[in-house]
């Protein structure tokens, strides 16, 4: 009953930038927090950045200064701006929210189905 969906993956050149979205839509109450992870080939699922619904956010320490993680609560979609984009950033990034889907209700985490960021010449 809820979805999220991601777009704006694709081949972008070293020092490229790109723009991730990712909308919720379904059954929605409330959505706090909001994230992508990412899951290069061979490794596991790292956090890239999560922001809440106050707007604070927290940026992996590897990627700061690079990304700017944001949200738009009224279209209940998270943006990733990454610039200055590198080989080693080429993964599938997830989308992911926490939602309560009635008043009252616990707020489980769902997951996009993810979107592929390649950097290559």
């Known amino acids: 009953q809820v979805q999220l969906v991601e777009s704006g993956g694709g081949l972008v050149q070293p020092g490229g930038s790109l723009r991730l979205s990712c909308a919720a839509s379904?059954?929605?109450?409330?959505?706090?927090?909001m994230g992508w992870y990412r899951q290069a080939p061979g490794k596991g699922r790292e956090l890239v950045a999560r922001?809440?619904?106050?707007?604070?956010?927290h940026y992996a320490d590897f990627l700061k200064g690079r990304l700017t993680i944001s949200r738009d609560n009224a279209k209940n979609t998270v943006y990733l701006q990454m610039n200055s984009l590198k080989p080693e950033d080429t993964a599938v990034y997830y989308c992911?929210?926490?939602?309560?889907?009635?008043?009252?209700?616990?707020?489980?985490?769902?997951w996009g189905q993810g979107t592929q960021v390649t950097v290559s010449s």
């Open positions: 992911y929210a926490q939602i309560a889907t009635y008043y009252g209700g616990t707020y489980t985490r769902y």
């Open positions: 379904g059954s929605i109450f409330s959505i706090t927090e």
């Open positions: 922001i809440n619904s106050g707007g604070t956010t």
